[in-house]
């Protein structure tokens, strides 16, 4: 996601001071989001709406609200410039982060700001495309679950013919309006500098951020770092298939490690629930079903510990090999609401103008040609329904976001060992372009580093020293602290 500098800082800059004068304050309301336990509204966080143009170049024009949460420095003497979360998807949404406080460590010494962008969330309009869960749900529950293509494609036509019924225009829902966003917010709360920390999509947001007010940013932190330039959706099948190939490796280095063939066990797993699929329990919230696990939707849901902890992955092929699903089957809802975990609008806005058009799926059948047969077709069918998905949508093309991004900020780039989705190879890339960067690949870690784990600990204080020092280099031991562990009696 990609673009090109002259341009974007030059029309940055006409538009900063005409816009500057018109951001109106936000309007502080009742909080959109369910709190996290023990904290106060007015007292630990503060909520509200800021508007902002639903069209940068035109300041003046129709206003889009943001809603944002402001979590309060728990210093007594707190710094003057706060951090801004980019989260990922694109299209991820806030009220889960908010609840779950994970970043509530990060406002030790300044506010934390989190906020849902442009098209997601609480913000209006909201893009959020229930229809794909709902038809992912139903299809299920009936035993006949669509395909990748078939929910993909049916569910994006319901949601785009709802939306523009709405009035949506997804042109207008894109990363250079997202990063004018930023800066519209700063301005509105009434901040002087401010630090980024992005995570995944958050990462391509947080660069273009940087290049298009780099005045406006003190320090900036990307975890699961996307590189510009690279089709991070198409991206995905084979950045899975690295990081299982080094996870496996891993393991078979290590004389616990339970699995002597973990690529065979994987397609032993898929080809017999191929042939005789499963009841497993679903639950969801307090209700529970008993459905069928295929082959199909095994390989949609059984690299989910990536994300988190990947040597969690080893325990749950072990089990599935032995026939005992119950690992399984804590995955299983995101399975079928993962479309709810970002919203689809926005996540079509942002890929249909920035990465769809610049490839194709011969590129992607090429680049996983190495890899195990039953493994390229389970992972094929969902990238190429996104082809389709964009063709309903008339989002033009935008090839501005495509180019490398070039600061003078310091910045931190974290990377995870075994990221399934931004592999550290991402992170040291973009990195070239940065003047002043630090790079820390986090040994045994998944897609982003901020977890409440023994290296979700380590990465944390990482983040917190370098932005109290972001031009002192780091002192990143604890970064290869924590390898995967394999054996069965870990702790």
């Known amino acids: 996601m ?27 309301e009742a909080c959109p989001y369910l709190l996290p336990q023990g904290m106060e509204l007015g007292r630990d966080i503060r909520c509200g709406y800021a508007s902002v143009p639903l069209d940068h170049a035109q300041p003046y024009g129709r206003q889009i609200q943001l809603a944002y949460v402001v979590l309060e420095a728990r210093s007594s003497n707190p710094r003057p410039d706060p951090l801004f979360v980019l989260l990922g998807g694109p299209g991820q949404r ?7 406080n994970i970043y509530a460590s990060l406002a030790r010494d300044r506010d934390v700001v989190i906020f849902d962008q442009r098209g997601v ?21 009936q ?33 250079r309006q997202n990063a004018d966003d930023v800066e519209a917010l700063r301005r509105a709360l009434g901040y002087d500098r401010i630090n980024l920390y992005g995570g995944s999509y958050g990462t391509l947001l947080g660069q273009r951020v940087l290049e298009r007010h780099p005045h406006s940013v003190r320090a900036a932190v990307l975890d699961g770092v996307a590189a510009p330039g690279r089709d991070y959706i198409l991206d995905i099948p084979l950045a899975q298939y690295r990081a299982l190939d080094r996870l496996f490796a891993a393991c078979a280095q290590d004389p616990g490690c339970p699995l002597k063939d973990p690529w065979g066990t994987l397609e032993e797993i898929k080809t017999r629930l191929d042939r005789e699929p499963v009841q497993v329990k679903l639950q969801l919230g307090q209700e529970s079903e008993q459905v069928a696990l295929t082959g199909e939707i095994f390989m949609g849901l059984f690299a989910f510990p990536l994300y988190g902890s990947p040597e969690d992955l080893i325990p749950l092929l072990v089990s599935a090999q032995q026939g005992d699903y119950r690992l399984l089957e804590a995955y299983l809802p995101l ?132 932005l109290n020092a972001p031009t002192r280099p780091l002192d990143t031991a604890c970064a290869a602290q924590f390898p995967a562990r394999f054996d069965q009696n870990r702790q």
Request: include cysteine; charged fraction near 15%; proline fraction near 8%.
């Open 2 to 28: 990609h673009h090109h500098v002259f341009t974007a800082l030059t029309v940055s800059a006409l538009l900063g001071a005409a816009s500057a004068q018109t951001a109106p304050a936000p309007r502080n």
């Open 94 to 100: 806030a009220d889960s982060v908010i609840a779950s």
């Open 121 to 141: 969330g609480q913000s209006r309009p909201a893009l959020a495309c229930p229809e794909l869960s709902q038809l992912s749900v139903e299809s299920t529950l």
């Open 143 to 175: 035993g006949t679950p669509l395909d990748a293509t078939q929910l993909i494609v049916q569910g994006s036509e319901r949601c785009l013919k709802r939306l523009e019924a709405e009035g949506v225009d997804l042109k207008y829902f894109n990363t």
């Open 335 to 466: 399975t079928l609401i993962a479309f709810e975990l970002s919203d689809w609008g926005m996540r079509l806005g942002v890929a249909c103008a920035e990465n769809m058009p610049f490839s194709d799926p011969a590129t992607l059948e090429t680049a996983l040609a190495s890899t195990p047969e039953f493994f390229r077709k389970a992972n094929l069918p969902g990238v190429k329904a996104y082809y389709q998905a964009c063709a309903l949508t008339g989002v033009p093309a935008d090839a501005r976001n495509r180019l490398p991004v070039r600061s003078s900020v310091p910045t931190l780039f974290l990377n995870g060992e075994f990221d399934p989705a931004t592999p550290p190879e991402n992170g040291e890339r973009a990195a070239r372009t940065f003047s002043h960067a630090q790079v820390v690949t986090v040994r045994g870690g998944g897609h982003t580093q901020i977890l409440p784990t023994p290296r979700g600990l380590c990465a944390t204080n990482l983040v917190l020293s370098f």
